[in-house]
């Protein structure tokens, strides 16, 4: 069975998601929404590439690579370095190996608990909340299978079809679905994924006609 917690190795595939604690939510208006994927951007697309996501009222999804190994170690360089954390900076340039590799899928993790814990304190104040919002730890499941990634696009934009909040994926504002098909994002790799499907027509088609996936949670 695929691992839901483990480390994060550079340039891994991964399907990333997570829900609100309860039956409490994580996004109650639309500047909720947007704030989220501002935060994304700020602290996870300088270490990944995003190919999918959705978000939705109580949950999120989202269909990632980390970059490369000497680019995770010079993102980290750098952030310790602008915080003047000479001890980390010292300490993953000594580092070899497996250890080094370690190390930075700790950093990873840490990269994106920021994440969550910013959009948290945010979200806590504007509602005037206390405790955690997000389940812990957020699921990490890695995507080796070329089939498995092609079901996993369209099973992630299918979410609020699913959840009847929406006839068909292009209706939802909170997908990369009509990035992807305009290829308007600033970060979303738009045309890797169509190419994955050979063409936009395709994407469409699969995405309208491919069988209902079902993924365990």
């Known amino acids: ?76 360089i750098q952030k310790a370095k602008n915080h003047l954390k000479s001890k980390t900076l010292s300490g993953l340039q000594d580092l070899k190996g497996l250890e080094r590799l370690d190390y930075l899928s700790k950093k990873v993790s840490f990269q994106f608990s920021h994440f969550f814990n910013s959009y948290s304190q945010a979200f806590n104040k504007q509602q005037n909340r206390r405790g955690s919002l997000f389940m812990k730890p957020f699921k990490r499941i890695p995507v080796t299978d070329q089939r498995y990634l092609l079901q996993l696009v369209r099973y992630i934009h299918q979410n609020p079809v699913e959840a009847n909040l929406c006839s068909n994926c292009h209706e939802w504002p909170y997908s990369s679905y009509k990035s992807l098909i305009d290829g308007n994002s600033s970060f979303i790799d738009a045309n890797t994924v ?19 996936i079902e993924f365990n949670w």
């Open 194 to 212: 169509i190419n994955w499907f050979d063409d936009v027509e395709n994407f469409i088609y699969c995405h309208r006609n491919s069988n209902h």
């Open 1 to 76: 069975m695929k691992d839901k917690v483990s480390l994060m190795a550079p340039e891994g595939v991964y399907h990333l998601y997570n829900r609100a604690n309860g039956n409490e939510k994580l996004f109650l208006s639309d500047d909720n929404y947007r704030y989220f994927l501002r935060g994304y951007q700020n602290y996870i697309a300088p270490i990944a590439t995003t190919y999918c996501y959705c978000l939705m009222p109580n949950h999120f999804h989202f269909l990632i690579a980390l970059k490369s190994e000497e680019e995770l170690e010079a993102f980290f």
